[in-house]
Nanobody, 122 residues
Framework: QVQLVESGGGLVQPGGSLRLSCAAS????????MGWYRQAPGKQRELVAT???????NYADSVRGRFTISRDNAKNTVYLQMNSLKPEDTAVYYC????????????????WGQGTQVTVSS
């Protein structure tokens, strides 16, 4: 099927930077929109940023200007560059991808990564 492998999470100090990566693999026919979501303790999962296969981006107001989402279609990978990190950015970050598989070319669906912990603390 499809697997999303995330990397780059960890512990950083306020004001620091971190880059998350998410590589999609498996029987991929075509990747469409990809994005990042996060869920902080006691809060609902929220959208952080998305990027279409055409390169159009969308950001949550709380991260706009600090985070940058990008993708490398040759590597089936989406990135999230996080700068000027704040303690309130602490959350589990989840990678999402809309994928049409070889087995279901006409029926693309969302796939999720396992999530990676980002902790911003001094």
């Amino acid at each position: 099927q499809v697997q999303l492998v995330e990397s780059g999470g960890g512990l950083v100090q306020p004001g620091g930077s971190l880059r998350l990566s998410c590589a999609a693999s498996g029987s991929i026919f075509r990747l469409y929109a990809m994005g990042w979501y996060r869920q902080a303790p006691g809060k609902q999962r929220e959208l952080v940023a998305t990027i279409t296969n055409g390169g159009s981006t969308n950001y949550a107001d709380s991260v706009r200007g600090r985070f940058t989402i990008s993708r490398d279609n040759a590597k089936n990978t989406v990135y999230l560059q996080m700068n000027s990190l704040k303690p309130e950015d602490t959350a589990v970050y989840y990678c999402n991808a809309e994928v049409a598989t070889v087995q279901a070319i006409i029926y693309p669906r969302d796939y999720w990564g396992q999530g990676t912990q980002v902790t911003v603390s001094s």
